[in-house]
């Protein structure tokens, strides 16, 4: 799959063609790598004084992204802990990210590789959530924990996982409600659903996974900065990449936060869904 960055460079100019500085930095921005990639990005061919044909110009910027990503994302492994519980792992983000697909997905991942796995509808808040994934879970054949519109999504979570302990379940994947990043008494909601988790295992939730959609450019990067102050994220999952193959904001993410992505959403079914590989996300990208 040619990159996004390479089809834009691709109508400015020919390959072995000089580019003007101007065209390359909007390029480069539009790919919302983010400023202070771009701004590397340039400065690397300025010092090696490279002509900014294309293909120097995508090297370069491949080089400088790739400092940032994992060679692979680290994929998630059943319990090792004395009493077997299970991984708790909550999924966070703004509305319309994706969330409870991506649930529905990494779950049915999992249980491909035989792993038991309980999902819990915490985004109590929105019916049409609830019966989402739960519609998810009957055609996945994985059980759903869930409660009446309204409930406390921090009880739910601790009744989920004391369910998933009695069911000796390896993973547990809460579904938290999406919540705008501004609205600090819904970012402190997070807080509580971790401490109710806490009281029955002190070292859960053990994964937190922000799902960012790659085609909110720079926002998703004040988003992870907000979530991350609020319930400390443990990586990225990157979804709508199958729209418009862009993504540079996972770049941006992992360079000013240090949040790896991890997994990758790239289309609508249930397998649509891997390990986060810098190689295959650098040629879509670039």
């Known amino acids: 799959m040619a990159g996004w960055l ?36 340039l400065k690397s061919l300025k010092d090696q004084g490279l002509a900014l044909h294309s293909e120097n110009v995508l ?15 680290a994929d998630l492994t ?27 997905k990494l779950a049915s991942l999992l249980k491909g590789r035989g792993h ?4 819990c509808a915490a985004d109590t808040f929105r019916a049409a959530a609830v019966e989402q994934l739960k519609s998810w879970g009957e055609k996945l054949g994985i059980e759903v924990v869930s409660s009446e519109y309204g409930a406390d999504p921090a009880a739910l979570c601790h009744d989920a996982l004391a369910k998933a302990k ?33 009281k029955l295992d002190p070292s859960a939730p053990h994964e937190v996974f922000l799902v960012a959609d790659t085609t909110t450019g720079s926002n998703a990067v004040v988003q992870a900065k907000e979530f991350h102050a609020a319930t400390p994220l443990t990586g ?42 810098r190689a295959a996300f650098l040629e879509r990208m670039i």
């Open 166 to 198: 009695r069911l000796k379940s390896d993973f547990l994947i809460c579904d938290t409600a999406g919540r705008l990043h501004t609205k600090s008494n819904l970012m402190q909601e997070l807080a509580k659903v971790r401490r109710s988790l806490g």
């Open 59 to 73: 090297e370069a910027a491949r080089a400088e992204a790739a400092k940032h990503l994992p060679e692979k994302g």
């Open 78 to 104: 059943p319990s090792s802990s004395p009493d077997g519980g299970p991984i708790v792992i909550l999924m966070v983000g703004v509305n319309g990210t994706g969330k409870t697909t991506s649930s529905a």
């Open 116 to 119: 038991t796995v309980l999902l």
């Open 236 to 277: 990225l999952i990157l979804t709508k990449l199958d729209g418009s193959g862009k993504g540079g904001v996972a770049v941006a993410i992992a360079r000013e936060t240090g949040i790896p992505p991890r997994y990758v959403g790239t289309g609508e079914g249930a397998t649509d869904f891997a390990l986060f590989d």
């Open 6 to 41: 390479k089809g834009v460079l691709g109508r400015l100019t020919g390959t072995h063609e000089e580019v003007d500085w101007e065209e390359v930095e909007a390029a480069l921005w539009q790919s919302d790598l983010g400023a202070p990639t771009a701004t590397a990005i």
